[in-house]
């Protein structure tokens, strides 16, 4: 059954990261004339395929994805938050197993301040990519080819580190590899 369930995962991950790279090719495909909406369609489109997919491996991996805690957890690792880094804002010590009793521990108005910063975290995750890429994305047709890379390499990286975080019934604080 963990062979089925690791199989799904994995094309859960590969399917996610053709859909991001489709969506950010199409979205970088006009460059700077088109980039009013299409910076933002790419950002939205991009958080729905990451919490889609991080939400599908939480409920693969046995977490209850109804309970608030775990979805703050799966928000903030489908943004690109690592496990440790996810632990941190919760104020939990990293180094330490941490099983999904722990995670409901954390009162409820912590969690909604976390959701406000990982929402900040979000803008300025996103708008603080390297120069090149940036300015690549502004050429018509090459903004295509870069976007979809970036988004596809993002959502693998994401999909994979998600995975291991969330794998049996405590949170993962090592990087992966």
Do not use: Y
Request: proline content about 3%; charged content about 20%.
């Amino acid at each position: 059954m963990k062979d089925d369930i690791d199989a799904v995962v994995a094309r859960l991950i590969k399917e996610s990261v053709a859909a991001a790279g489709t969506q950010g090719f199409v979205t970088g495909l006009g460059g700077l004339l088109t980039a009013g909406v299409t910076i933002p369609a790419n950002v939205a489109a991009s958080l729905a395929i990451n919490m889609r997919m991080a939400g599908s491996i939480a409920h693969l991996r046995g977490w209850d994805i109804r309970d608030p805690h775990v979805r703050t957890v799966v928000m903030m690792l489908a943004i690109g938050m690592s496990a440790q880094n996810v632990l941190a804002a919760f104020g939990v010590k990293v180094g330490q197993k941490l099983g999904e009793q722990m995670i409901k521990k954390i009162p409820i108005a912590v969690l909604r301040a976390i959701n406000k910063k990982v929402g900040f975290f979000l803008v300025t995750k996103h708008g603080t990519k390297r120069a090149t890429i940036t300015l690549a994305k502004g050429i018509p047709i090459l903004g295509g080819l870069v976007g979809g890379a970036v988004d596809a390499g993002a959502t693998a990286v994401i999909g994979r580190a998600t995975d291991k975080a969330l794998r049996g019934d405590t949170l993962q604080t090592e990087e992966p590899k």
